[in-house]
């Protein structure tokens, strides 16, 4: 027999990569150019430079042997050592570099910490809307992902409905901010309060509930005045889970780390649990030539100034058409308020003005459409009159 749970999955991809499938498809029937395919959160801004001359650094100065073999499967010493010094200048924290463990970007994070943390029949709980792959990961590691309603108007954390969803099966919460898929930002003042509340459910009941911080989209703020805050400095129990894809604009390399807090009481234990399961899925020792590119270039940031001005276009364009929607403070992402209530209706109709636009259900919030904006900025522009004609085909 085989393991038909994983079959099916197998046998069904995600709603974001169905409708990327489809879209190539379209662009291969009608032209790339007559498609606008926002459908997968893919960088289209090219990499800092530092990185394309870091590369042909190490591809001309390094050793084969070492840029192409094996490092410790937790990583190499100088990239973890690295990450924690940048991680403390930058948030006050106290890590060293036995607090990083290397990975194959987040979703390996993800996968990893789940894996250490949960046991079978317990809870995960995290916000809508959510990343879709968040039940996979928490299903594979045989936990429950509960999934907590946010407040409608501003998709901030409703603390109310969190605190009736704790309970003695809880293990674990996932947060993830800048957020994908609306684009919202948790407010300090909200993270507080999470934490808060999480304190006082572990010291009632002595069960200890960990948080996890989802942070591929860390860097992408808009506006200074917009503070994402760094959950060690607000909760002991706390693990990050990072990835370069976003911010260093290279999804296809898959690099990434774990960071776990080192001021919680069974550090060593779940550190140990982290670089376990690891060992027991098979994601050790990431990509040898990437975690020595990330020790050169742990601190550099794409342009992200082409994503804020398709967010700013985007906006006021929509809006002018009568698209309501809240608007996002980071990430690349636009949650849009469906036409109709069925969402899955509206992103099929938007498929006639080649619109490529992912139904909300699969992120937990039936009636929106995501549209993800990293795109060139002619691609907004030359898709604004598909939206627009879309708008009007319910008037």
């Known amino acids: 027999m085989l393991n038909y749970k994983n079959v099916a999955l197998g046998k069904t991809r995600s709603s974001i990569r169905e409708l990327y499938e489809y879209g190539n498809k379209r662009k291969a029937e009608i032209g790339e150019e007559n498609v606008f395919d926002f459908s ?42 690295k990450i924690a010094d940048y991680t403390n200048a930058r948030f006050k924290t106290n890590l060293d570099a036995d607090c990083i463990y290397m990975t194959c970007g987040a979703a390996a994070s993800l996968t990893i910490t789940l894996n ?10 995290t916000f809508v809307p959510y990343f879709p792959e ?10 429950k992902l ?25 293990k674990a919460v996932i947060i993830n901010s800048p957020n994908n898929p609306s684009g919202v930002v948790y407010r300090a003042d ?15 009941t002595g069960k200890p509930v960990y948080l996890i911080s989802d942070e591929p989209y860390r860097e992408l703020v808009y506006d200074k005045q917009t503070e994402v805050p760094y959950i060690m400095n607000y909760y002991e129990r706390s693990i990050v889970c ?39 899925l098979g994601f050790v020792c990431a ?33 002018e058409y ?36 992912v139904a909300g259900r699969s992120f937990g919030a039936s009636g929106y459409v995501r549209v993800s904006y990293c795109v060139s900025p002619e691609v907004i522009k030359r898709a604004l009159p598909s939206f627009k004609k879309l708008a009007e085909s319910y008037k």
């Open 242 to 280: 990072y990835s370069y894809s976003k911010s260093l604009s290279l999804a296809g390399e898959r690099i990434g780390y774990i960071a776990v807090n080192n001021e919680m009481e069974e550090f060593s234990d779940v550190y140990a649990g982290i670089c376990g399961a690891g060992r027991a």
């Open 40 to 81: 997968l959160g893919n960088p289209s801004v090219p990499a800092p430079e530092e990185v394309k001359t870091e590369l042909k650094n190490l591809l001309d100065n390094t050793d084969a042997a070492v840029l192409h073999g094996y490092t410790s499967a937790h990583g190499g010493y100088g990239v973890r050592k």
């Open 146 to 170: 509960i999934a907590v309603e946010s407040e409608e108007n501003t998709f901030q954390i409703d603390l109310e409905k969190f605190k009736l969803a704790l309970n003695d099966k809880t």
């Open 322 to 357: 009568g698209y309501t929607f809240v608007k996002p403070d980071g990430a690349f992402y636009l949650f849009v308020k469906a036409l109709e209530e069925d969402a899955e209706a509206f992103a099929e109709r938007a498929k006639k003005y080649e619109l490529l636009l």
């Open 190 to 204: 909200t993270v507080k309060r999470l934490c808060a509340v999480l304190k006082e459910f572990s010291e009632k």
């Open 116 to 125: 250490a943390l949960v046991n079978s029949s317990d809870e995960v709980i």
């Open 134 to 143: 968040y039940k996979v990961f928490a299903g594979g590691a045989g936990a």
């Open 287 to 319: 990509p040898a030539l990437f975690q020595k590119l990330v020790e050169n270039c742990y601190d550099k940031i794409s342009d992200i100034s082409v994503y804020k001005r398709n967010r700013d276009t985007l906006c006021s364009a929509l809006s």
